[in-house]
């Protein structure tokens, strides 16, 4: 499967992104996640969300991120609002079948102070 990720950019502190993942094929039954790798850190899982629906946050995110998902699309989207500039990262979506993990290319998210 592959995955493209859109929708990063350069905002000011407390604007609002919504990034996308548009995956090849039906996601129907995947979960999908959203990860996050910022210059000179580790990268980390900021979002996720069930093929039933139910998602999980990094807690630095909580009340801020939404992850939702449109299988008819084969999309699932996070929604960034209230941005910080400890937000400021490179935005990845991961699914994972059986034992392997497919990437998208990443979407540069900056957001200024």
């Known amino acids: 499967v592959q995955l493209q990720a859109f929708g990063g950019g350069f905002v000011q502190a407390g604007g609002s992104l919504n990034l996308s993942c548009t995956a090849s094929?039906?996601?129907?039954?995947?979960?999908m996640t959203w990860y996050r790798q910022a210059p000179g850190k580790q990268r980390e899982l900021v979002a996720s969300?069930?093929?039933?629906?139910?998602?999980n946050y990094l807690d630095s995110v909580k009340g801020r991120f939404t992850i939702s998902r449109n299988n008819s699309k084969n999309t699932v989207y996070l929604q960034m609002n209230s941005l910080k500039p400890e937000d400021t990262a490179v935005y990845y979506c991961m699914t994972q079948i059986s034992v392997h993990s497919y990437w998208g290319q990443g979407t540069q998210v900056t957001v200024s102070s």
């Open positions: 094929r039906s996601i129907f039954f995947l979960d």
């Open positions: 969300i069930t093929n039933d629906g139910n998602a």
